[in-house]
């Protein structure tokens, strides 16, 4: 079964992320976005956490459009951060505030590891999970979901 959506979010969930970053509204009145969670909770939930030969097919060279469920580090409640994976070492980002960077990425097991300078700077590795219509990237090794991913095929945005 293919990860890969024709269209980088949901259009009810952009529209929401939009608006709450137009407006400031509070989370609770979008309705919307998915609620940050724990891992523990979505497998129990009958998650399935998507293994790192999927995690591979899945991105490179694909776009991944991950909303952010909470406020974190330096990222808010809404933001849209855009990356594409470009190959199997590099990953071209731009954040909600339109600023772009070249980070280096990698799958390690069956997480994906990321370079990060702006969410939890360093090097960090996230558990990808699949339940009830949504993607949950899920912090490791604390199991901490609180971005959601949504993948399109190839480089729409021009990254």
């Known amino acids: 079964m293919s990860r890969v959506s024709s269209t980088p979010w949901p ?27 724990m891992e523990s909770e979505i497998k129990s939930a009958g998650a399935r956490r998507i293994a790192g030969a999927e995690l591979r097919r899945m991105l490179v060279g694909n776009t991944g459009y991950h909303l952010v469920l909470r406020n974190e580090s330096t990222t808010k409640t809404g933001d849209v951060v855009v990356g594409w994976f470009r190959d199997e070492r590099t990953r071209i980002v731009r954040r909600a505030n339109g600023a772009k960077m070249e980070l280096v990425w990698w799958i390690e097991a069956d997480n994906m590891c990321l370079e990060q300078r702006f969410l939890n700077a360093g090097h960090q590795c996230y558990a990808l999970w699949e339940g009830g219509g949504v993607i949950y990237q899920c912090h490791q090794p604390a199991g901490d979901c609180f971005v959601a991913l949504r993948v399109a095929p190839g480089n729409p945005d021009g990254l």
């Open 11 to 37: 259009s009810a969930v952009l529209a929401a992320a939009i608006l709450f970053a137009a407006s400031g509204l509070a989370v609770p009145a979008l309705g919307q976005i998915p609620k940050p969670t």
